[in-house]
C-alpha cells in the first residue's frame, strides 16, 4: 500500500464533482454508475464526503456467502470479485455505514475501490478535501483531522 | 504450470484450474449454460464440450466438458472440433424444444444455425432451463431451501414437498442467479414472497424502507453483529456524516 | 466366542464342518425371494416342525435348513436332499410328510416331484443331472444353495473366510494385490476394469481415510445375480471387502444394498453381525490387530446409483446423481476420499481367489476375460434363472443347452445381454463366445449380465421402446442430452410402432444417438442409445417396415397387426374365446370362430394359445381383410 486515500471533510465545498467523477469512472455505454462516493451537506457550501472506510475486519467480507469481496492488498481497497457475486445483497445490508451501495442501473453491488489504484475522484476535487497521497506524507500532515484519526474514529463509532 | 495447446494457441494455466477457466483466461470463448464462478461446476447443460487429446494418443480423442475438466500438461485441446459443435448442436436444439420461448436459449440456438427445434417441442413450454445454478447458489449461501426434484423427463426445481421451503430466508439468490429469469418474485417495503413463501421485511427505523428479510437477517446474526442490519444503507450514510461532524467538533447536518 | 489367531480359525473350521459331517441326511429349502413368493417358507417350517416332533437322536442326524436361491426359480419351491442331491421341485407343504416318510424313511425317491426334462418328460433324481446345473461352473455362488445364509458355521463348514484367513495371515497388502492381477479378474458390474488396478491405485493413492464400498444395486431389469448373492452367501461379499480392505488399506466400507431387496438387506446386516461377534470383521480381525469396519447403507431404488459416483453420492446423503470422473474415485470417491467400488459378484470370488489362488481362476475363461461370470438368464427359454459359466461360452449354449430352447420350440430371434445399457444379439452371433470383448466388439456388453432370450414374436423396434421407457424414468435428469435425448426419442419410437413413422426418422434417431453418446454426463446416458443401436445395426429392415410400409413383422404392435381366424384349420376348441380380453371372438365350441375387428384390440392372446397351426394369424392392419396374411406357426 503505496498511497493512502485521505478525505479532509473542512475542505469540502459540496460542489459534487467528485460524485460526476466517481458516477462516470463506474458507468459505460454513455450510462453512469451509481456514485460510490456521497456529498452529505452540513452547511451553506459545506459538505461531507462519505465514502467506504476500508475497515479492517470488514462486515461486507464477513457476511458474503460466496467469497466475492476481498483487499486488493496493492491498494488496501476492499473489492468485489463481479464473477463470483450473486447479487444476494447481504453486504449492502451489513455494512455498518451504508457504505455498500446497490446500482440500480447495471444491477449490481457497488462500492469503493479505488479506481484500482487511482482514484478518479481524487483529480476533480477543487479544494483538496479529497487526496491520494504517498504513504509516508500521509503520516506527517498538518491537518486538524490527522489522517486515519477520523477513519478509525467513525469506525469506532460502528452502531 | 501446466502448458497445454487450445485451439492452436498455447495456453500456461494454473495449476489446479479447470479447462474452461484456463481457455477464457486466454481468449478463447467455450458457451455455457449451468456454469457461473461463485457456485460448483456442474457439468448440466454439456454445451462446454471440448475435444482433448494428447500427440500420444494417435489421433484418437475424448470428449470432455471443460467446465470440470483439470487441465493437465501437454494437452491439445480443440473447442470447435466438427463433432464438438455437432453434439452441441444436438444439445441445444434439444434444449429449444424444452424452452422454445426463452430468449437466451433462442440466442445460442441461433449462434449453431438453428431457428428452430428439428425436435418436438414441449407443448406446455418452460423457461427453466434446469442448469442447477439457483440450487447450487441456495447450497453456498449455506440455506439449501431448494432442490432437484423427481427424475429424468420429470425433474423440475422446488421447495421440498412444493411447499413453502422452511429453510428459504428470502434472500433472492436464486432468482437473481436464474439466467432466465424464471424464478419469479414480489417484494415490497412490507413483505416478499418467493417460492410461495412470505417474508416479513425488516424495516429501517428511521426512514421505514424495508430493506431485508427478517428471516435473512437472522440468519446472519452472528456473522457480523445483528444490530448492523437494522437501518437501510441510505440512513446509515447520513448516521455517518453525521457522526464525522460530531467528531470534527462541527454543527449538525441540515 | 471371537477368533482370534490363526489356530483358533483352523479349530472354528474344524468344529464346524464336524457338527456339520454329523448331519448325514440334510434337507435344504430354497428360500430365497423366487421360492419365498411361491410359499417356500411354508415348506421349511413344515419340515423344521415334523423334525422336531421326532426323536433327538434322529435330529442330530437329520437337519433341514433355509438356503439362497438355487438359480432355478421358476421350479420353485425347491427342496434338494443330501447326500444324494436328490431334486424335488414344486414342493407343497402337503407333501412334507410323503418326502419324510418315503425318501428319508425308505430312501424311495418321489417321482411326482422331480424335474421332467422338457425334451423328452423323463424325470430327474439328481440336482447335479439336470441341464440346467450340469453345465454350470460356480465360484461367485458355489455356497448359494449348500449353505444356510443365517449360519456362520455353516458357511465356515463350506470354506468360508479361508482366502481370508491366508490373505491376512500369510501375504502382505501388495502381495494380496499381486494374487488378484494373477487371477486377470475384472469388474464383474459391467466396464470390466482389472480388479487389481483399482486397488493398486487405491492403494497407493493418498488420504487419510479410505474406503471400500460394494455395489448391490443392480437395477438392470431382468437381472438378480447380485440379489441371489446377498441372500445366499452374504458372507462371500464380506470375505471379499476384508481382503480387498487389506489391500489398499482402507478401515471403513458400505455395502450400497437397493430397499427393494429386503432379504438381501437383512441377510447382509445378519452376516455383518454374526461376523464381527466371531472377530472375522470390525476391530483386530482374527487377531491380526487389522480394523475394517463394514456398514449396509440402503438405496432409494433409482437406477442410477448403480453409477459409482451417483451411488457414492447417495451414501454420502446426497441426492444420488452422477458427476463428471475426470478424477478416479480412487483418488476422489466416497466423501473425496480415495474409494474402491466393486460390484458384489466382483467381492464374492475374491475369497475364492485368494483361496485358491491367482492361477486356478485364470485357468478358466478367455484371454482377456478370465474365471467365471454369473447371468440372469430370462425371457422365452424354457429354464430361466441364475446360472455361472466360465468367460468364453457361447450364446448358444448357454440358450440351448443350459436354457433349454426356445419356449414353445419357436424360432430364436435375438438375445439382449447387459440390461438396458446393452444390445440385442440376432441369430448368426449365437456362436460368439460371451467375454468383455466379444460383447462390446458386437454392439452389446456384458453389463450386470442380463440375458434376455427373445423369439420370433418379438418386435425389435418395440424392444428399443421398451428400454427407452424404462431409462426415461430412470435418468437422474442432471444433463440435456440424456433428459430430453431420451424424451425426444421415445417421441419417435411412439410414432414408429403407432404407424405415424416418415422417412428420415432413422437418420434423425442416428444423429440424436449419436449426440447422446457423445455429450452425456455418465454412463447412464452414453449408453441408452444402446438399445437402439443394435438393433437398427441388426434389425434394420423391421424398421424400415415400420417406417415404410407400416407393417410390424413380429406383429406385436398393435397399431400395426390385426389378427384373423382361418376357418379351414379352426377346430373349434373355443381356447381363443376364453383368454380374450374384450369378448372379441364369437362361435359356439366345435364351431368355427371369428374375431370382431371392431373389438380387437390386437393383444394377440389368442394367437399365443391356438392349438392349430395357421388358424389364428396376424396381419398388417392396413391389410385387413387383404390376401397378406402373415403365417404364424
Known amino acids: ?159 | 504450470m501446466p502448458r497445454l495447446v487450445i485451439d492452436g494457441k498455447t495456453v500456461v494455466a494454473k495449476e489446479g484450474t479447470f479447462l474452461l477457466q484456463a481457455a477464457r483466461e486466454a481468449g478463447i470463448d467455450i458457451p455455457t449454460l449451468c456454469e457461473h464462478p461463485a457456485v460448483e461446476p456442474y457439468g448440466g447443460c454439456r454445451m462446454c464440450l471440448v475435444d482433448v487429446t494428447r500427440p500420444e494418443w494417435d489421433g484418437w480423442s475424448k470428449m470432455v466438458v471443460s467446465c470440470l475438466f483439470p487441465v493437465e500438461d501437454g494437452i491439445i485441446v480443440s473447442t470447435k472440433s466438427e463433432r464438438v459443435m455437432n453434439t452441441r448442436r444436438v444439445v441445444i436444439d434439444l434444449l429449444l424444444a424444452r424452452c422454445p420461448n426463452t430468449p437466451l436459449v433462442q440466442k445460442m440456438a441461433a449462434e449453431y444455425g438453428i431457428e428452430k427445434t428439428s425436435y418436438v417441442q414441449n407443448p406446455e413450454p418452460t423457461d427453466c432451463i434446469l442448469c442447477g445454478l439457483c440450487t447450487r447458489v441456495c447450497d453456498e449461501m449455506g440455506t439449501s431451501a431448494i432442490s432437484s426434484s423427481s427424475r429424468g423427463a420429470g425433474r423440475e426445481i422446488a421447495p421440498p414437498f412444493n411447499e413453502p421451503p422452511p429453510d428459504c430466508i428470502g434472500c433472492l439468490a436464486c432468482a437473481e442467479i436464474c439466467p432466465t429469469g424464471f424464478i419469479k418474485y414480489e417484494t415490497s417495503n412490507s413483505k416478499r414472497v418467493i417460492w410461495n413463501k412470505e417474508f416479513e421485511m425488516l424495516r429501517c427505523p428511521t426512514c421505514g424502507r424495508g430493506h431485508i428479510t427478517k428471516a435473512q437477517a437472522a440468519w446472519h446474526d452472528g456473522k457480523v453483529p445483528g444490530r448492523y442490519f437494522e437501518q437501510c444503507d441510505a440512513c446509515k450514510r447520513k448516521a455517518q456524516a453525521a457522526m464525522a461532524v460530531t467528531l470534527m467538533g462541527g454543527s449538525q447536518i441540515r | 466366542m471371537r477368533i482370534e489367531s490363526k489356530q483358533a480359525f483352523e479349530e472354528a473350521v474344524k468344529a464346524a464342518t464336524a457338527l456339520n459331517e454329523k448331519r448325514t441326511r440334510e434337507i435344504m429349502v430354497c428360500c430365497g425371494t423366487g421360492c419365498l413368493a411361491n410359499g417356500s417358507q411354508a415348506v421349511a417350517d413344515a419340515f423344521a416342525q415334523r423334525i422336531g416332533d421326532l426323536g433327538l437322536d434322529v435330529k442330530l442326524s437329520l437337519h433341514a435348513k433355509t438356503t439362497g436361491c438355487h438359480g432355478f426359480c421358476e421350479r420353485g419351491p425347491l427342496v434338494v436332499l443330501k447326500p444324494e442331491g436328490i431334486l424335488y421341485t414344486k414342493v407343497k407343504p402337503r407333501d412334507v410328510d410323503e418326502i419324510l416318510e418315503k425318501t428319508v424313511g425308505n430312501g424311495e425317491i418321489i417321482p411326482r416331484l422331480l424335474y421332467r426334462n422338457p425334451e423328452n418328460r423323463q424325470p430327474i433324481e439328481k440336482y447335479e443331472e439336470i441341464p440346467f446345473y450340469k453345465h454350470q461352473v460356480r465360484v461367485s455362488m458355489r455356497n448359494i444353495g449348500r449353505i444356510d445364509p443365517a449360519s456362520l458355521d455353516d458357511a465356515l463348514a463350506h470354506g468360508a473366510y479361508a482366502g481370508m484367513a491366508r490373505a491376512l495371515f500369510e501375504l502382505t497388502p501388495e502381495q494380496v494385490i499381486a494374487e488378484v492381477r494373477e487371477s486377470g479378474l475384472r469388474g464383474r458390474g459391467g466396464a470390466g476394469f482389472s480388479t487389481a488396478r483399482k486397488w493398486d491405485a487405491t492403494r497407493k493413492a493418498v488420504g487419510e481415510r479410505k474406503f471400500v464400498l460394494c455395489n448391490g444395486d443392480e437395477g438392470d431389469p431382468g437381472a438378480f445375480k447380485d440379489r441371489s448373492i446377498m441372500e445366499g452367501d452374504p458372507h462371500a461379499v464380506i470375505e471379499g471387502m476384508v481382503i480387498g480392505a487389506y489391500a489398499i488399506g482402507a478401515r471403513e466400507g458400505y455395502v450400497y444394498v437397493r430397499d427393494e431387496y429386503p432379504l438381501a438387506v437383512h441377510h447382509m446386516n445378519l452376516a455383518i453381525e454374526k461376523a464381527k461377534e466371531r472377530g472375522l470383521l470390525g476391530k483386530n480381525i482374527l487377531g491380526t490387530g487389522f480394523d475394517f469396519d463394514l456398514k449396509v447403507s440402503r438405496g432409494g431404488g433409482a437406477f442410477v446409483c448403480g453409477e459409482s459416483s451417483a451411488l457414492m453420492r447417495s451414501i454420502e446423503g446426497k441426492i444420488g446423481e452422477p458427476r463428471a470422473k475426470y478424477i478416479h474415485a480412487s483418488d476422489r470417491g466416497l466423501f473425496d476420499l480415495p474409494t474402491a467400488l466393486n460390484n458384489v459378484e466382483t467381492w464374492s470370488v475374491v475369497g475364492q481367489i485368494l483361496n485358491q489362488g491367482g492361477a486356478w481362476f485364470a485357468s478358466m475363461g478367455t484371454k482377456k476375460s478370465k474365471g467365471t461370470k454369473s447371468f440372469s438368464l430370462v425371457g422365452k427359454v424354457k429354464n430361466t434363472g441364475l446360472i455361472e459359466l466360465p468367460m468364453g461360452t457361447t450364446l448358444r449354449h448357454i440358450i440351448f443347452d443350459i436354457g433349454g430352447g426356445i419356449l414353445k420350440n419357436r424360432p430364436f430371434k435375438a438375445v439382449q445381454t447387459g440390461g438396458p445399457s446393452g444390445g440385442c444379439l440376432p441369430a448368426d452371433k449365437l456362436d460368439l463366445p460371451v467375454d468383455y470383448e466379444v460383447l462390446s466388439e458386437n454392439g452389446s456388453m456384458m453389463g450386470s449380465g442380463g440375458m434376455i432370450v427373445m423369439d420370433d414374436r418379438t418386435c425389435m423396434v418395440d424392444v428399443a421402446r421398451y428400454f427407452l421407457n424404462f431409462l426415461i424414468d430412470e435418468s437422474c435428469g442432471k444433463c440435456i442430452p440424456c433428459r430430453e435425448g431420451l424424451k425426444q426419442m421415445l417421441h419417435i419410437f411412439d410414432d414408429l410402432v403407432e404407424g405415424r413413422g416418415k422417412p428420415g426418422d432413422i437418420e434423425r434417431i442416428e444423429r440424436l444417438c449419436k449426440g447422446m453418446q457423445l455429450g452425456s454426463l455418465c454412463e447412464l446416458g452414453k449408453s441408452a442409445p444402446n438399445p437402439v443401436l443394435s438393433t437398427l445395426q441388426y434389425f434394420r429392415d423391421e424398421y424400415e417396415a415400420h417406417i415404410n410400409d407400416k407393417v410390424c413383422p413380429a406383429g406385436m404392435c398393435r397399431e400395426l397387426t390385426t389378427y384373423k381366424i382361418n376357418h379351414d384349420p379352426c377346430t373349434g376348441c373355443h381356447m381363443c374365446t376364453r383368454v380374450c380380453p374384450t369378448d372379441a371372438i364369437s362361435g359356439k365350441p366345435k364351431e368355427k370362430h371369428a374375431i370382431d375387428q371392431q373389438l380387437c384390440i390386437s393383444c394377440g392372446s389368442c394367437f399365443d394359445v391356438c392349438p392349430e397351426e395357421q388358424c389364428i394369424v396376424f396381419l398388417p392392419k392396413k391389410d385387413i381383410g387383404g390376401a397378406h396374411a402373415t403365417a404364424g406357426n
Not at chain 1, 49 to 57: A, E, H, S
Open chain 1, 1 to 159: 500500500m503505496d498511497r493512502i486515500y485521505r478525505v479532509i471533510p473542512e475542505r469540502c465545498i459540496a460542489c459534487g464533482k467528485c460524485e460526476l467523477a466517481c458516477a462516470f469512472a463506474h458507468g459505460g455505454e454513455g450510462k453512469p454508475g451509481v456514485s460510490r462516493i456521497s456529498i452529505h451537506r452540513r452547511g451553506p457550501d459545506l459538505g461531507v464526503p462519505i465514502v467506504c472506510l476500508q475497515c479492517d475486519d470488514a462486515a461486507c467480507v464477513a457476511v458474503c456467502p460466496v467469497h466475492a469481496l476481498s483487499r486488493n492488498e496493492a491498494t488496501g481497497a476492499i473489492e468485489v470479485d463481479y464473477g463470483k457475486c450473486v447479487n444476494c445483497r447481504m453486504c449492502v445490508a451489513a455494512c455498518p455505514f451504508g457504505n455498500m451501495l446497490w446500482d440500480e442501473t447495471w444491477h449490481c453491488v457497488a462500492k469503493c475501490d479505488l479506481c484500482h489504484g487511482a482514484p478518479k475522484c481524487v483529480p476533480f476535487c477543487p479544494t483538496g478535501a479529497l487526496e491520494y497521497i504517498p504513504a509516508d506524507r500521509a503520516g506527517r500532515t498538518p491537518d486538524k483531522v490527522a489522517p486515519g484519526v477520523l477513519r478509525s474514529e467513525l469506525i469506532a463509532s460502528r452502531p
